[in-house]
T-cell receptor, first 115, second 111 residues
Framework: GAVVSQHPSRVICKSGTSVKIECRSLDFQATTMFWYRQFPKQSLMLMATSNEGSKATYEQGVEKDKFLINHASLTLSTLTVTSAHPEDSSFYIC???????????FGDGTRLSIL | SQELEQSPQSLIVQEGKNLTINCTSSKTLYGLYWYKQKYGEGLIFLMMLQKGGEEKSHEKITAKLDEKKQQSSLHITASQPSHAGIYLCGAVTSGTYKYIFGTGTRLKVLA
């Protein structure tokens, strides 16, 4: 079964709306989670590293005020796209770091469409 | 620039043909992972390679990691339409310890 649950899987909303995406680790504690963004026909680009109990580390070019990340517990990280606009429409996916030597566990992603 | 480069960027092959996808890094990698994906859907984990020179196979897919742990190849034998999709290599880079993805290879298999 899935070890990382990402919700919602699909969001369609109006421009100006803020959207929150949740990423939960189900059977393990994840001190570190990663958030990615994917445009059509492109690879997954790392947006930020989410660390439990501390501020997220954002990649160059990613607006931290636009993409708010909160990792308040060892099993939950949230990504909030604030005042979303059509250019924010994309596929967002999270991952959680598992045991040493094991692959990352990925959520199933969220398709965000801003009208 | 992307730290993990994949080649080719896209590939169209006839069903039954063999193919190879490469993933190259300028830095030593702490393990190399291969995934398959369709845009807008989750990742399907294929294989994990951790040791230099390691080679793994699953069904018709074989992946290798070179001795320096900077280059990996994914080989598909007798390709089928079901192999179509985006293939991504992923790795933790030395120094930054971030989990990043390669540039991706879009595979299309013609029946």
């Amino acid at each position: 079964g899935a070890v990382v649950s990402q919700h919602p899987s699909r969001v369609i909303c109006k421009s100006g709306t803020s959207v929150k995406i949740e990423c939960r680790s189900l059977d393990f504690q994840a001190t570190t989670m990663f958030w990615y963004r994917q445009f059509p026909k492109q690879s997954l680009m790392l947006m930020a590293t989410s660390n439990e109990g501390s501020k997220a580390t954002y990649e160059q070019g990613v607006e931290k005020d636009k993409f708010l990340i909160n990792h308040a517990s060892l099993t939950l990280s949230t990504l909030t796209v604030t005042s979303a606009h059509p250019e924010d429409s994309s596929f967002y996916i999270c991952s959680a770091k598992g045991e040493v030597g094991q692959p990352q566990h990925f959520g199933d992603g969220t398709r965000l469409s801003i009208l | 620039s992307q730290e993990l480069e994949q080649s080719p960027q896209s590939l169209i092959v006839q069903e039954g043909k063999n193919l190879t996808i490469n993933c190259t890094s300028s830095k030593t990698l702490y393990g190399l992972y291969w995934y398959k994906q369709k845009y807008g859907e989750g990742l399907i984990f294929l294989m994990m390679l951790q040791k230099g020179g390691e080679e793994k196979s699953h069904e018709k897919i074989t992946a290798k990691l070179d001795e320096k742990k900077q280059q990996s190849s994914l080989h598909i034998t007798a390709s089928q339409p079901s192999h179509a999709g985006i293939y991504l290599c992923g790795a933790v880079t030395s120094g930054t310890y971030k989990y990043i993805f390669g540039t991706g290879t879009r595979l299309k298999v013609l029946a």
